[in-house]
């Protein structure tokens, strides 16, 4: 579900750029990234009630978040793959329990039973068509080369249907004040229009992807509800673009750059087999190298960039009738999720690959010795491997969940307030729930999302 949050009386807007206010005597520090801001009525503490009513505060602690992620991790391990369903679950009702605008809090009423119901459905659905289309391609592809291209594109369809089922789902089990979120729509003309912006979002290189965007988000908003609250959605193509037509010239840059670097690498190539100077072949090859690596490492950090721009954009074009949204979300605050990630992603790397080398030594390299190590010894040795390798995935997902996932929720949601809150008190409650089988089939096509 997207964070979408709101408040009686906005605070001014801010540049992207601007510094925040430094905090006078006697009152409490800012908080981090990504964690909650304390209460705070006059310098001295107070409760959610004395709060904006319309302010949303994150009131979750990163601790219990790992705690949480851990133990269901784990547990996951053991059970292969199995336990994600009570995991999934457990994530989402903390980060909706401790979402609060004013003093109240959003709540998740999914449960993991839905969630393996949903995904046995997706499966006896998709297994009979891969079973077909594998049977069917065994014949095609002695005539045809590309005989697979059409299940790959009836799946990528697929997936769009999925996931916008998968969001009727996550809505219906999201309340606030006891009323829920539902949605209307068809989902098959959901995928149909992403299917068809995707396709101007390739041949365009990416320029189409502003007006992609927001036809997208207009058609899920509008099928929005929050009990009799309809929801809408006001942003733009052309504001999203001005606020990233500069990443999108940096990026066709760095893309420039790497296709000549690329050429640059052929060009030695052809050179060291015309039996040019060795020494020459080698220095392009190295100032190739040395610029591609430049060049990923500019490009980096776009991506985080461009969703805080964009996770901005889509929460002030926001809508629940008269009810709307402000937000202050920082780049740099996103990027900051983003580049702790990265340095705890490269510490875990780094220990799994200590132990790696540790095993081996220990078992005394036990590839070169494979075919003379026995039964026994073959399999204690890929076990030792894939239990490191395990380990090391359980690793990038702990810190994938704390830092992306959380990290990113939690800035977004202390970040947004509400204007026209009291609309809210004036809602009744409609909508029906709805089946898990999107939510099965994001999970099945791997599409699935918090």
Request: charged share 15%.
């Amino acid at each position: 579900m997207d964070m979408r949050t709101f408040s009686s009386e906005p605070s001014p807007p801010q540049p992207w750029g601007s510094v925040p206010p430094v905090p006078g005597p006697g009152t409490e520090p800012p908080a981090g990234p990504g964690e909650a801001a304390p209460a705070t009525v006059n310098g001295g503490p107070t409760n959610a009630s004395q709060m904006n009513p319309g302010q949303v505060t994150f009131t979750g602690l990163r601790g219990d978040f790992f705690s949480l992620v851990v133990a269901g991790g784990l547990l996951q391990l053991v059970t292969v793959g199995f336990y994600r369903f009570w995991l999934v679950t457990d994530i989402r009702r903390h980060l909706w329990r401790h979402t609060r605008i004013g003093a109240d809090a959003l709540e998740y009423t999914g449960t993991a039973r839905e969630l393996l119901i949903g995904f046995l459905v997706a499966l006896a659905i998709l297994a009979p068509v891969y079973v077909l289309y594998f049977l069917a391609g065994l014949v095609a592809e002695e005539y045809a080369t590309f005989a697979s291209v059409p299940l790959v594109l009836v799946l990528y369809v697929f997936g769009h249907y999925a996931t916008y089922r998968a969001r009727r789902y996550r809505m219906t089990r999201s309340s606030l004040r006891g009323l829920r979120f539902w949605m209307t729509g068809s989902a098959f003309a959901y995928a149909g229009r992403a299917a068809w912006w995707d396709f101007l979002t390739v041949i365009t290189l990416g320029l189409a992807y502003p007006w992609r965007a927001a036809a997208l988000e207009r058609y899920r908003m509008r099928n929005t509800r929050y009990g009799t609250l309809a929801g809408d959605f006001v942003g733009t193509g052309w504001r999203l673009f001005v606020r990233g037509a500069w990443m999108w010239v940096l990026a066709m840059v760095v893309l420039a750059g790497m296709v000549a670097a690329a050429v640059g690498m052929a060009s030695a190539g052809a050179l060291a087999a015309l039996e040019v100077d060795k020494d020459d072949v080698e220095t392009i090859v190295g100032l190739a190298s040395l610029a591609v690596m430049l060049l990923v490492f500019l490009l980096l950090p776009l991506w985080p960039i461009f969703r805080a721009t964009e996770l901005r954009w889509r929460i002030e074009g926001t809508r629940f009738g008269p009810v709307s949204l402000h937000s202050t979300l920082r780049r740099r605050t996103v990027l900051g999720c983003y580049a702790a990630a990265l340095g705890v992603s490269m510490l875990v790397g780094s220990a799994g690959s200590i132990l790696f080398g540790t095993a081996t030594m220990v078992m005394k390299n036990p590839f070169e010795h494979l075919e003379t190590a026995g039964l026994t010894g073959q399999l204690g040795a890929f076990a030792v491997i894939a239990v490191i390798y395990l380990l090391m995935l359980f690793g990038f997902g702990v810190v994938k969940r704390v830092f992306v996932d959380r990290g990113v929720w939690a800035a977004v949601a202390a970040s947004t307030t509400v204007v026209g809150v009291q609309a809210l008190d004036h809602v009744q409650a409609a909508g029906e729930a709805a089946g898990s089988l999107g939510e099965g089939l994001a999970d099945a096509l791997d599409v699935g999302a918090i």
